[in-house]
């Protein structure tokens, strides 16, 4: 079971940023990253990377969105830039382990206009 701890959510105006924080307790040598899920909504996958920094983004974010991986402190961060309102969402970090998908809790970001 690996445990994942999310941080860094919060309330911010439009145009405003926020910097989410995943920690792992052990090295993660698969892909890690974000997804968010919206009220009413399903949830949506926003970006990922690999061990190596690959990056990858949901066409939303693009742009606006930065993922970035320090792998000696095993944990994951997501810069989010330009907040828009419909950014609005509980923010779930994940990382693949093998076969395995492992979820953080969940950490409310909430864009105001």
């Known amino acids: 079971q690996v445990q994942l701890v999310e941080s860094g959510g919060g309330l911010v105006q439009a145009g405003g940023s926020l910097r989410l924080s995943c920690a792992a307790p052990t090295s993660i040598f698969g892909i890690m990253g974000w997804y968010r899920q919206a009220p009413g909504e399903q949830r949506d996958f926003v970006t990922f990377i690999t061990r190596d920094g690959s990056t990858n983004y949901a066409d939303s974010v693009k742009g606006r969105f930065t993922i970035s991986r320090d792998n000696a402190k095993n944990t994951v961060y997501l810069q989010m830039n330009s907040l828009k309102p419909e950014d609005t969402a509980v923010y779930y970090c994940?990382?693949?382990?093998?076969?395995?998908?492992?979820w953080g809790q969940g950490t409310q970001v909430t864009v105001s206009s």
């Open positions: 994940y990382a693949r382990v093998g076969l395995k998908v492992y």
